[in-house]
């Protein structure tokens, strides 16, 4: 019976998530609501679960609620997370402290860590992250393979003078993209802007953070810019993938195959 609970908590996380994605994805906003109901279905079921079948988990409950929760306002306070993202690793504590393979064996044996058994969040945070800077890696191919076959610098005219860690940025997160296709996308944003000098004059400059609110005035900008020839058709654009999308996705390896950090340390070991 108790992997009903189990089944009902994956359950239920994995709804609320897949839609927190979806509207953050689509308005780059998460209501708060989403939490209010999550997090108590989330205690609710746990605590219920433990009492029923195992109240000796209650104190390592505990920890992994407690570590989790302490993990996810320090990425919130240093900019390493916003705040959907710190929220929903709080929630997925409070629903999935320990690892689901009562319910489902993963289909890795390795990957069932002993992390993952007494601190499941954590593993689903490493998986998350592991994602996110696979995507960076395929980015990084995808325009490095991109100006080897136009031949064209990455950064041209005001651009070369940006700081060697904001390129970087760009590279991972960003590809080049014409000015129409931009208008068209609402949901990819600009990575680049037009500012104006002292002197009168227009200076081009990297974004790294780029945002909603502006985002059209910015797009604007840079048209006018290409329209009068200061700049050429093509500027420095990103999707901008919300955390929460790697977090659900970190959520889905994490039940299905385990731990990818303890895997990858397990086979160099052997």
Excluded at 41 to 55: C, G, H, K, M, P
Excluded at 76 to 99: N, R, T, V
Excluded at 106 to 116: D, E, H, K, M, T
Excluded at 246 to 252: D, Q, R
Aim: hydrophobic share 50%; proline share 4%.
């Amino acid at each position: 019976m108790q992997t009903i609970f189990i089944a009902a908590k994956v359950a239920v996380s994995l709804i609320f998530l897949l839609y927190a994605s979806w509207s953050d994805y689509k308005t780059r906003e998460v209501s708060n609501r989403v939490w209010l109901f999550y997090a108590p279905i989330a205690l609710a079921l746990s605590l219920v679960e433990f009492l029923l079948y195992d109240s000796s988990l209650l104190p390592f409950f505990g920890l992994s609620v407690g570590l989790t929760f302490l993990i996810a306002f320090l990425l919130f306070y240093s900019g390493g997370f916003g705040g959907a993202d710190s929220k929903a690793f709080m929630c997925i504590a409070l629903a999935l402290p320990f690892s689901t393979d009562m319910l489902f064996s993963p289909l890795i044996p390795q990957g069932l860590s002993p992390l993952a058994q007494l601190l499941f969040p954590i593993v689903i945070f490493s998986n998350s992250v592991l994602i996110a800077a696979a995507s960076a890696g395929f980015i990084l191919l995808k325009n490095i393979f991109q100006r080897l076959k136009e031949g064209k610098e990455f950064f041209e005219g005001d651009l070369k003078s940006e700081s060697f860690g904001k390129k970087i940025v760009v590279l991972i997160t960003g590809y080049r993209m014409s000015i129409s296709k931009l208008k068209e996308k609402w949901h990819i944003y600009p990575m680049e802007d037009i500012e104006t000098t002292e002197k009168n004059t227009s200076k081009r400059k990297l974004i790294i953070v780029p945002k909603e609110e502006g985002r059209n005035e910015i797009v604007d900008r840079l048209d006018r810019a290409i329209q009068t020839k200061t700049i050429n058709d093509y500027v420095w654009s990103t999707p901008g993938l919300p955390m929460l999308i790697f977090v659900t996705i970190g959520l889905i390896i994490a039940i299905l195959f385990g731990d990818i950090v303890w895997m990858v340390i397990s086979y160099f070991l052997n």
